[in-house]
């Protein structure tokens, strides 16, 4: 057994495994990419997390290095659920632990799966006051921690006003605790003579000697989910300081969350919903700011050939009756709207596509919320396979100004013919984050080069209008491949400086979120995958 696995199972509440058969659950995350962990750990406790992280920063100290990644479900398309070296699994801190109905907060550790908190809630009429988006957070094991480390929210949502306080453990095993705090407790803090000290000076030499970059990407058209934006949140006009922001995004570089406090709201009530079917989508993309004048709680427009390939596969709902590759579909829904409200946005938007020839346009009104069910449940389900065939997610989750121009379709059909490939996409309206869903392979080499190739010709094009190659969720190991190109060399001094200030040793997640060749990423993806 592993000398390491051997003196923390003497320790530990929880368990270390060094099993190969343990050890190969955890090695290969979506689409095949693999690593294979030295030994699995499976704290129960925080305190265990703290015993593991110490013993960690005590080998690196005498020039051993162990690198720690925490996991929660472990679907993270970017490959940052994914390590060499040990792998901790977080889903036994499931628990639900307090909920203050006068503050609206709800306490619960990192392992606690989305789905069992929203249930929780439920029977107070409340939901988590927080957008999860595209994320599939009906996944029953898709953990709460997992999403705020992964950023697995609505892009630019604001999701961070949603996060009242992290417990956090360092890399060297000190635990603390983000929130906001002001200028003359910052200062207190860095009084301190341990890590956490260190840390909050470490943010002030760090805001001096980057201030313009730190700016920068804090007035970006488009924001940047890649390195470490939320730098710029950090500190408000009077001097007070939240650490919060570092960490969502952070895919557990910088520390691992134990426990969270979430604000939480009343639930959400469906008031109704618009599907729009519209040949020759083009059109389309022009009137889609005018349907976001009516402020829907969500919209989203399929296209690139989805609602056909949606069509051949049988999923597309009957409603929509004959589709062909040139369609596109918009998708709306609004909550918590009254019903004589509900009925002029319904008119209006009837106004706006009264124009478009008969035979081009169909509406459908959806009151029940079960066409807007059938439509979202298209982009996991309906994207046709052809046995051996997949959809890797990591091609989500990126952005792009506007649709209105002919420049960005037309770039995304040259790639198809090129490499012949269908490219489908949904266009989040809300915020402009789009995900592709192309089928892909890899079980061979060619495969994975024709994979990776794909992806670095979609960020190309994203950047080319002025996007983002991550969006939300972050860069990984994968996506990292091709995110980087277009960071500075300022930029990218930046985000190693705050990197180096929590992790001097590179103990926490050390593959994730650094430039690496596309090559290196097709040699650790194998065949399988979904």
């Known amino acids: 057994m592993n000398r390491a696995a051997v003196y923390l199972n003497r320790r530990l509440e929880g368990q270390a495994y060094t099993d190969l058969w343990t050890r190969e659950q955890y090695a290969v995350g979506p689409g095949g990419f693999t690593q294979l962990p030295q030994f699995v750990v499976i704290p129960h406790s925080t305190e265990d997390i703290t015993r593991t992280l110490k013993f960690c920063w005590q080998l690196a100290e005498k020039g051993t290095q162990l690198p720690v990644v925490a996991r929660g479900s472990g679907s993270d ?8 070296g040990a792998a901790m699994d977080l ?4 628990g639900v632990e ?5 503050q609206g907060l709800l306490r619960m550790q990192a392992g606690a799966t989305i789905t069992s908190c929203q249930a ?11 957008d999860f988006g595209n994320f599939e957070q009906n996944r029953a094991a898709a953990t709460i921690g997992g999403a705020i480390a992964g950023n697995k929210f609505a892009y630019d949502s604001g999701a961070v006003d949603a996060i009242d306080r992290l417990e956090v453990v360092l890399s060297n095993g000190t635990t603390i605790e983000t929130g906001y ?3 003359r407790d910052v200062e207190q803090k860095k009084q301190l003579t341990g890590f956490e000290g260190e840390i909050y000076r470490g943010i002030g030499t760090i805001y001096e000697e980057y201030v313009d970059t730190i700016s920068m990407l804090s007035n970006q058209a488009l924001p940047s989910g890649l390195g470490y934006p939320g730098i710029g949140q950090l500190r408000d006009e009077k001097g007070g300081m939240d650490l919060t922001p570092l960490f969502v995004g952070s895919q557990g570089t910088l520390g691992i969350i134990s426990e969270i406090i979430m604000r939480v709201g009343p639930k959400a009530q469906f008031s109704g919903g618009m599907a729009i079917k ?3 989508g083009g059109a389309m993309y022009r009137a889609a700011e005018d349907v976001l004048e009516l402020e829907p709680t969500q919209a989203a427009i399929l296209a690139g050939s989805f609602a056909y390939i949606a069509d051949a596969s049988g999923r597309m709902p009957a409603d929509f009756g004959a589709v062909s590759s040139d369609d596109a579909i918009m998708i709306c829904r609004w909550d918590n709207v009254p019903e004589r409200k509900m009925s002029k946005i319904f008119k209006r938007i009837a106004q706006l596509f009264q124009d478009f020839p008969e035979g081009m346009l169909q509406l459908i009104e959806d009151e029940s919320d079960v066409l807007w069910c059938q439509l979202q449940s298209l982009q996991e389900f309906a994207v046709a ?4 065939g997949f959809v890797p997610k990591f091609f989500g989750r990126m952005a792009v100004p506007s649709l209105d121009g002919n420049d960005f379709r037309s770039r995304l059909g040259r790639i198809e013919a090129a490499q012949k490939v269908a490219l489908p996409w949904r266009y989040d309206m809300n915020s402009g984050e789009i995900y592709f869903y192309p089928v892909c392979h890899n079980e061979k080499l060619v495969d994975r080069q024709g994979m990776m190739g794909l992806l670095m010709a979609v960020s190309e094009v994203v950047q ?3 996007g983002v190659v991550v969006a939300s969720g972050g860069e990984g190991q994968i996506k990292a491949a091709t995110a980087f190109k277009a960071v500075s060399d300022a930029e990218m001094a930046l985000h190693e400086a705050i990197r180096a200030l929590f992790d001097p040793h590179r103990i926490l997640q050390v593959a994730a979120k650094r430039p690496v060749q596309a090559t290196t990423i097709m040699r650790q993806i194998g065949p399988g995958g979904a």
């Open 181 to 183: 705090l002001s200028r």
């Open 77 to 84: 398309a970017t490959g940052a659920a994914q390590t060499h």
């Open 98 to 102: 307090e909920y203050d109905g006068k």
């Open 91 to 94: 889903s036994q801190l499931s």
């Open 120 to 130: 929780f809630l439920s029977q107070y009429d409340q939901e988590l006051a927080v």
């Open 464 to 466: 080319s209008v002025n």
């Open 278 to 280: 519209l040949a020759h």
């Open 385 to 388: 396979r052809d046995g051996r």
